[in-house]
């Protein structure tokens, strides 16, 4: 997608949620964690990320700490997980 279409995307969901900053909010394909950290540093707190590749949230881990839940998941594998309850 890029960066500017990233930012476009956080702009938008800051707007939408500017006085909401606890909606949670689930990055599917998260890779490193990058557009999440965006949304960390505008004060967003509920956020995960979900990735079937383990060394992308390794990454992602590093850059984010504790500002987001990670979950290695495959959405393609059937029952793998429950990913019910986002804004």
Avoid: M, P
């Amino acid at each position: 997608f890029g960066e500017q279409c990233e930012g476009r995307i956080v702009t938008w969901i800051s707007k939408q949620f500017s006085s909401h900053k606890t909606a949670k909010i689930i990055d599917l394909g998260s890779g490193n964690g990058h557009f999440l950290l965006r949304l960390a540093e505008l004060d967003f707190i509920n956020l995960t990320g979900v990735d079937y590749s383990g060394k992308a949230l390794e990454l992602a881990a590093k850059l984010l700490g504790e500002r987001a839940t990670l979950r290695e998941v495959d959405l393609l594998k059937k029952g793998e997980t429950d990913l019910a309850g986002f804004d």
